[in-house]
């Protein structure tokens, strides 16, 4: 749809429409009303014709002016409640649609168009025009910070720990008392109004609710968001070391050394596999530490690149160190990290992260 250069808003959509500039070919579209009284006292955003050549339909139509899942619910909430009447169908008019959303517009009976040159216009018997694939043109119909990524995603992975909140102040609460990086190393605690905003995304997303509790809707599409997003560590730092005491376990000697120093220690999500799923390990522990320097002249080992079983990755990721679960004298990381780090991962590890899955679900 051209004409709109930004967001664009109902009263602009409506100009549009009446000014003959609002079409989506092969149809051609009017403005007959504005704010008809369709069922009783409840209105319409507008009423319209479609026009097809020498055949028409008249549509009241619902406008939104963003593109948010939330936003396309409470519009497919209020069309269901006209209902299609003998003279008229339903229309939803938004900056975009997808082709998930246009399909579930299809199975209602409700047609919609959005601003990219998607839509699906259907009048049984006269005709139906249906057409995908356009790109978003208005990206800033979704919020600019992306909370399904780094330290924002916290608060979505706090919902995989515990389904349900009663306030706001609880769920920050939580999301710092399982941040080790918090606790254990002096980081800046996550802000009330950092936590708010990313609930905000969270529920226009509809992956949670707030009610009387704030709870947890979606955990397939979190777990789902969550991995789209997913950035693995990247650190200029990573040192892999040949211990050569190998009558103690490598954990109990970085357990030590991690209660001497202060350091917080966490294996890393593909170390920490076999604390969730069934998996075969690898030879090498890797672990997450923010600063390595102070503890490898303590290794009883040597630096090597051959056959090391140690590995340390330097890194002040917050995420990673995220509800890491402490188990036999050592710090694993959370299986949420696991699952992410496995998806990220090839085919085995995809399939593995399906196990890894499962144990989240039940443990929810």
Same mark, same amino acid.
């Given at each position: 749809? *051209?004409?709109? !250069?930004?967001?664009?808003?109902?009263?602009?959509?409506?100009?549009?429409?009446?000014?003959?500039?609002? @079409?989506?070919?092969? =149809?051609?579209?009017?403005?007959?009303?504005?704010?008809?009284?369709?069922?009783?006292?409840?209105?319409?955003?507008? =009423?319209?014709?479609?026009?097809?050549?020498?055949?028409?339909?008249?549509?009241?139509?619902?406008?939104?002016?963003?593109?948010?899942?939330?936003?396309?619910? &409470?519009?497919?909430?209020?069309?269901?409640? =006209?209902?299609?009447?003998?003279?008229?169908?339903?229309?939803?008019?938004?900056?975009?649609?997808?082709?998930?959303?246009?399909?579930?517009?299809?199975?209602?009976? /409700? %047609? $919609?168009?959005?601003?990219?040159?998607?839509?699906?216009? /259907?009048?049984?018997?006269? #005709?139906?025009?249906?057409?995908?694939?356009? *790109?978003?043109? +208005?990206?800033? %119909?979704?919020?600019?910070?992306?909370?399904?990524?780094?330290? %924002?995603?916290?608060?979505?992975?706090? #919902?995989?720990?515990?389904? %349900?909140?009663?306030?706001?102040?609880?769920?920050?609460?939580?999301?710092?008392?399982?941040?080790?990086?918090?606790?254990?190393?002096?980081?800046?605690?996550?802000?009330? &109004?950092?936590? &708010?905003?990313?609930?905000?995304?969270?529920?226009?997303?509809?992956?949670?609710?707030?009610?009387?509790?704030? !709870?947890?809707?979606?955990?397939?599409?979190?777990?789902?968001?969550?991995?789209?997003?997913?950035?693995?560590?990247?650190?200029?730092?990573?040192?892999?070391?040949?211990?050569?005491?190998?009558?103690?376990? /490598?954990?109990?000697?970085?357990?030590?050394?991690?209660?001497?120093?202060?350091?917080?220690?966490?294996?890393?999500?593909?170390?920490?596999?076999?604390?969730?799923?069934?998996?075969?390990?690898? $030879?090498?522990?890797?672990?997450?530490?923010?600063?390595?320097?102070?503890?490898?002249?303590?290794?009883?080992?040597?630096?090597?690149?051959?056959?090391?079983?140690?590995?340390?990755?330097?890194?002040?990721?917050?995420?990673? +160190? +995220?509800?890491?679960?402490?188990?036999?004298?050592?710090?694993?990381?959370?299986?949420?990290?696991?699952?992410?780090?496995?998806?990220?991962?090839?085919?085995?590890?995809?399939?593995?992260?399906?196990?890894?899955? @499962?144990?989240?679900?039940?443990?929810?």
């Amino acid at each position: 749809m *051209k004409g709109f !250069r930004k967001m664009p808003t109902e009263k602009e959509i409506i100009e549009q429409i009446e000014r003959g500039k609002f @079409s989506f070919p092969p =149809l051609f579209i009017c403005l007959l009303q504005v704010q008809p009284v369709i069922k009783e006292s409840r209105r319409a955003d507008a =009423l319209i014709e479609v026009l097809w050549g020498e055949k028409k339909a008249k549509f009241a139509v619902e406008f939104k002016s963003i593109s948010t899942p939330k936003a396309f619910q &409470s519009a497919l909430n209020q069309l269901k409640f =006209l209902f299609p009447q003998k003279n008229f169908g339903l229309m939803l008019i938004m900056p975009f649609l997808n082709d998930k959303q246009l399909q579930e517009l299809e199975r209602e009976g /409700i %047609s $919609g168009i959005d601003l990219c040159g998607n839509g699906v216009v /259907i009048v049984p018997g006269v #005709f139906a025009v249906y057409r995908s694939g356009g *790109k978003n043109r +208005f990206p800033s %119909s979704a919020p600019i910070k992306n909370i399904y990524r780094k330290n %924002s995603s916290m608060v979505g992975r706090a #919902f995989l720990t515990r389904s %349900s909140y009663k306030t706001v102040q609880e769920i920050c609460d939580e999301v710092n008392r399982l941040n080790m990086l918090v606790n254990r190393w002096g980081k800046k605690p996550m802000s009330l &109004s950092t936590v &708010s905003k990313s609930l905000k995304t969270l529920e226009d997303d509809l992956i949670i609710e707030r009610k009387n509790t704030i !709870r947890l809707l979606q955990t397939d599409k979190l777990l789902e968001k969550l991995s789209e997003y997913y950035s693995p560590v990247i650190t200029e730092k990573k040192v892999r070391i040949k211990l050569t005491d190998e009558n103690e376990p /490598i954990t109990q000697i970085l357990w030590r050394l991690s209660r001497k120093t202060g350091l917080p220690f966490v294996t890393t999500g593909t170390s920490s596999v076999t604390q969730y799923a069934v998996m075969q390990r690898g $030879g090498m522990l890797s672990v997450y530490c923010p600063r390595i320097e102070k503890i490898i002249e303590m290794i009883p080992g040597s630096q090597s690149d051959r056959f090391p079983n140690l590995e340390l990755i330097e890194t002040e990721d917050e995420t990673v +160190f +995220f509800d890491a679960r402490e188990q036999q004298n050592f710090w694993w990381a959370s299986p949420v990290q696991v699952y992410l780090e496995l998806m990220a991962g090839d085919k085995r590890d995809q399939e593995t992260a399906e196990q890894v899955k @499962s144990f989240i679900l039940k443990n929810l």
